[in-house]
């Protein structure tokens, strides 16, 4: 459950972690977490299943999402 911004009540809320080869534009690793999953929680487990894949992260932030190429 999640705080509504508006009137502060509790919600259900979700949120959807993708890691795409933005090279050729294939989604590689996708996970949906609930609302109060912090990112920076998420992104180190879709880089390691990402590299299983054989591709190499480069570049990315945490705020903005992770870039592979």
Request: proline share 3%.
């Amino acid at each position: 459950m999640a705080m509504n911004a508006r009137n502060r009540r509790l919600e259900p809320a979700y949120k959807q972690h993708t890691a795409v080869d933005d090279k050729i534009g294939v989604i590689l690793d996708v996970a949906v977490t609930t609302g109060q999953t912090n990112e920076g929680e998420m992104i180190e487990l879709q880089v390691d299943e990402v590299k299983r894949y054989g591709h190499r992260p480069q570049g990315g932030h945490r705020r903005r999402g992770l870039c592979l190429r």
